[in-house]
């Protein structure tokens, strides 16, 4: 599975958007992005996915280069229920074996009023 | 909206004793996880099911630990002599399809406190 490298925090205003970068620099060909979000005391969230280029949902978009060695989750006009803990998630979509997600530890954001 | 459940939201139980989580899937999913979180810590997997078996474990998942789909709807976890390192949130995940990377459904945790 690709090691995947995120700030440990971040953190905004009411109304920003919000960039978060995961580096994932030995991504495979057959790996894809994925991303959760964590409240405190709840369980993770999925919120997006993608392979390449761009991908946007009614919650959040995902940017994601050419070389792919990095993406960039971005939320649009955060407000303050947006505060929790973000993660990048890189690994392949197989039919076989029912593999698990690996977490990291994620970013946490913090949207300041 | 479908959503994963689990019961209890807090147990608390002495060092020794045995608990049992319970989960109950999204009806039409085929695939169920338990993950764990000791407080302040990574998100932990410890154990994929699916076809009334285990597919995979982590090295977590010791023989004090055992999984079971009693009834077609819930899907157990059973600690069979706690411990205080047992201590975390437990975290129950489904998922339909057979696309390891596609969307898994978490639901809302037990949080068990060993004394």
């Known amino acids: 599975l690709a090691k995947t490298t995120q700030p440990i925090s971040m953190d905004s205003y009411e109304g920003q958007e919000v960039n978060i970068t995961c580096s994932h620099n030995?991504?495979?060909?057959?790996?894809?992005i994925t991303w959760y979000q964590q409240f405190p005391s709840q369980g993770p969230r999925f919120i997006i996915q993608?392979?390449?280029t761009k991908v946007t949902n009614e919650v959040a978009s995902l940017f994601i280069p050419a070389d792919r060695k990095s993406s960039t989750l971005s939320l649009p006009r955060v407000s303050l229920s947006d505060t929790a803990v973000y993660y990048c998630?890189?690994?392949?979509?197989?039919?076989?074996?029912?593999?698990?997600?690996?977490f990291g530890s994620g970013t946490q954001l913090t949207v300041l009023p | 909206e479908p959503e994963v459940t689990q019961t209890p939201s807090h147990q608390v139980t002495q060092m020794g004793q045995e608990v049992i989580l319970r989960c109950v899937p999204i009806s039409n999913h085929l695939y169920f996880y338990w993950y764990r979180q000791i407080l302040g810590q990574k998100v932990e997997f410890l154990v994929s099911f699916y076809n009334n078996e285990i597919s995979e474990k982590s090295e977590i998942f010791d023989d004090q630990f055992s999984v079971e789909r009693p009834d077609g709807s819930n899907f157990t976890l059973k600690i069979r002599s706690t411990k205080l390192e047992d201590s975390a949130m437990y975290f129950c995940?489904?998922?339909?399809?057979?696309?390891?990377?596609?969307?898994?459904?978490f639901g809302p945790g037990t949080r068990l406190t060993v004394l």
């Open positions: 995940a489904s998922r339909a399809s057979r696309e390891v990377y596609n969307e898994q459904f």
């Open positions: 030995n991504i495979a060909t057959n790996d894809y």
């Open positions: 998630l890189v690994g392949p979509i197989s039919s076989g074996s029912a593999r698990q997600l690996t």
């Open positions: 993608g392979y390449k």
